[in-house]
C-alpha cells in the first residue's frame, strides 16, 4: 500500500524559508517520479514541483527560482525547499505519487 507523509509546515513571515518532507512507503522511491501540490483556502488544487525518477525538475510558474524539490532514495524521502516565501504561497501542502496523496501539511506565511 502506497502511504505518503508530509511534515515540515508551519507559521514562517514573507520573505522566510521552510523545508517539506515526504515520507514515502509502500513503492520503491527510486524508480518514481513524485510531486508536490498544494491547495489554497476556496482555492483548486495547484501543481507546485515534480521530480523524476531521473531526478530532473519542474516547477510551476508561481515558485520557480524559489522552490526546490530533491529527493533522498535512501531515506525514502522527498523534500521541498521553499525560500523566499510570500502570502500567496499560503496553503495546504501536498505529495502525491499518481493518485495517491498524504494527509498534508499547512504552510502559513504572514505578511
Known amino acids: 500500500e502506497v502511504q505518503l507523509a508530509e511534515s515540515g509546515g508551519g507559521l514562517v513571515q514573507t520573505g522566510g524559508s521552510l523545508r517539506l518532507s515526504c515520507a514515502a512507503s509502500?513503492?520503491?522511491?527510486?524508480?518514481?517520479?513524485m510531486s508536490w501540490v498544494r491547495q489554497a483556502p476556496g482555492k483548486e488544487l495547484e501543481w507546485v514541483s515534480t521530480i523524476t525518477a531521473g531526478g530532473g525538475t519542474k516547477y510551476a510558474d508561481s515558485v520557480k527560482g524559489r522552490f526546490i524539490v530533491s529527493r533522498d532514495n535512501a531515506k525514502n524521502t522527498v523534500y521541498l525547499q521553499m525560500n523566499s516565501l510570500k502570502a500567496e504561497d499560503t496553503a495546504v501542502y501536498y505529495c502525491q505519487r499518481g493518485p495517491a496523496r498524504g494527509q498534508g501539511t499547512q504552510v502559513t506565511v504572514s505578511s
Open positions: 509502500g513503492f520503491t522511491l527510486g524508480l518514481s517520479g
